[in-house]
């Protein structure tokens, strides 16, 4: 008999976990860097404040809208030759946290991507601020680490379509306020 | 040993790919490498990109012979085999377009296809097991004894270690059940999880059954357990349209189980 019919009102308790705030981090910045660009040996920390009009610019464009002015960009070189951006950013979901990063070449075309931190929330809604300042704020290199909940799940995830919506939007970012003189 | 995971949006979907190591360099190379053999299927068998082998056989006129890659001649191997053995219940047919699998196409020369009649087909019901499958052959290839990958939900483990499986349950999507602990296996779920929830739901028809072409409207949730997450992704469609008594005999075919959760 290789068909199992399991009622889920009579499953033990014992085997039943709850999804309420899955979590995981998968890479730290640091480790993204050398993912990302391997070959790199210089890291510039990018200070990028877009202005109204840019924003403006930016969402008239963007699947999605930008929220926030400020981005963590760093400008990435290898012996003083620029190979091009390394990008954090976040997306915030009606369920899911995620903040990732990206590598761009010079011209703007995605080099890479690597997620850093998941988190799948069933339960109370986390703000974007209270998200960020449990991996910013502590400290870049930090060895914080989320990695709260059950892995190994069969069924459908979520759709990764904010996710790439967000990706839209850095590209759209890169076109209207990256400028290589001033970066 | 230390757990290195990463995960990439690929596919459609978020993909985990996880290895045992001592070695974090030789864990993320190989992790990468096993991205890479995901990417480049995604894009021979994509069906929404213009470019990949899949549209050149949708786009092909009758009596064309294409010369095409190792892995897109093992998947229609592969899908000929559960064609057969599934007494056609699983067709790789786009939508309701009828394909005689043992007739329309001819795959007897190694990575040849002969278009007989003009086809339309998507890998889609089976092409992320694949990719799985692939990836993890990859992970072994490189030399790990315990790892994994799950592609949004279709997932395969390997190793010396044990490995606690869960299905995320059909009625409440913040609740998973405990299937079992493993070594080797793949496991692949339909459901109808997120298919009314309109921020996530992709503009895919569901699944249609070949034999009455309706769409299956079930409130449950059926896992295949297999060597083979190929076979496990495609025999979730195949058990969910056909009587007990046929899908016993199709699940014994591949050595495969199913497991149903229903309220």
């Not at chain 2, 990463?6 to 978020?14: H, S």
């Not at chain 2, 057969?84 to 007739?103: M, Q, T, V, Y």
Request: a neutral charge.
């Amino acid at each position: 008999m290789n068909i199992k019919n399991l009622n889920l009102l009579l499953i033990p308790a014992a085997f039943i976990v709850p999804i309420k705030a899955n979590a995981i981090e998968y890479l730290n910045i640091e480790q993204a860097k050398k993912i990302i660009f391997p070959g790199a040996n210089e890291f510039e920390k990018i200070e990028l404040r877009l202005s109204k009009q840019q924003i403006e610019e930016i969402n008239e464009q963007s699947p999605i809208p930008l929220d926030e002015a400020e981005l963590l960009i760093w400008k990435v070189s290898k012996d003083k030759t620029c190979l091009g951006y390394f990008v954090i950013n976040d997306v915030i979901g009606k369920h899911e946290y995620i903040t990732f990063a990206i590598g761009l070449d010079r011209n703007g075309a995605i080099l890479s991507l690597e997620i850093l931190q998941y988190r799948e929330d069933h339960g109370q809604e986390v703000s974007r601020e209270e998200w960020r300042k449990q991996f910013v704020n502590k400290n870049l290199n930090s060895d914080f680490k989320l990695d709260r909940g059950i892995t190994n799940i069969s069924g459908a995830t979520l759709s990764c379509k904010h996710l790439i919506a967000a990706i839209q939007r850095l590209l759209t970012i890169h076109k209207v306020a990256f400028n290589n003189d001033a970066l | 040993m230390m757990l290195f995971k990463r995960a990439k949006p690929l596919l459609g979907t978020f993909i985990e790919i996880w290895v045992k190591s001592s070695n974090e360099d030789h864990a993320n190379t190989a992790i990468s490498e096993a991205f890479n053999v995901i990417k480049n299927i995604e894009a021979c068998l994509s069906f929404h990109q213009e470019s990949s082998e899949v549209n050149a056989i949708n786009n092909s006129y009758k009596n064309t012979i294409l010369t095409i890659s190792n892995y897109l001649y093992e998947i229609l191997l592969i899908s000929k085999e559960l064609y057969i053995k599934s007494n056609k219940i699983f067709n790789i047919s786009f939508r309701n377009n009828d394909f005689d699998f043992l007739n329309d196409i001819d795959l007897t020369e190694e990575n040849k296809i002969k278009i007989n009649k003009e086809v339309k087909i998507d890998l889609g019901g089976i092409g992320k097991g694949f990719a799985v499958d692939k990836g993890v052959e990859k992970l072994i290839g490189s030399g790990f004894q315990t790892g994994g990958i799950n592609a949004g939900g279709d997932m395969k483990i390997f190793g010396k270690e044990q490995q606690a499986l869960y299905i995320r349950s059909p009625l409440a999507q913040n609740k998973a059940i405990k299937i079992k602990e493993d070594y080797n296996c793949a496991i692949a779920t339909s459901a109808n999880y997120f298919r009314n929830n309109s921020h996530t739901s992709p503009k895919d028809p569901g699944i249609i059954n070949p034999t009455n072409k309706q769409i299956w409207d079930g409130n449950r949730s059926i896992s295949i357990i297999s060597p083979s997450c190929a076979i496990s992704d495609a025999l979730t469609k195949v058990v969910a349209m056909v009587e007990n008594s046929l899908a016993e005999k199709i699940l014994n075919n591949f050595k495969a189980e199913a497991i149903i959760l229903e309220h």
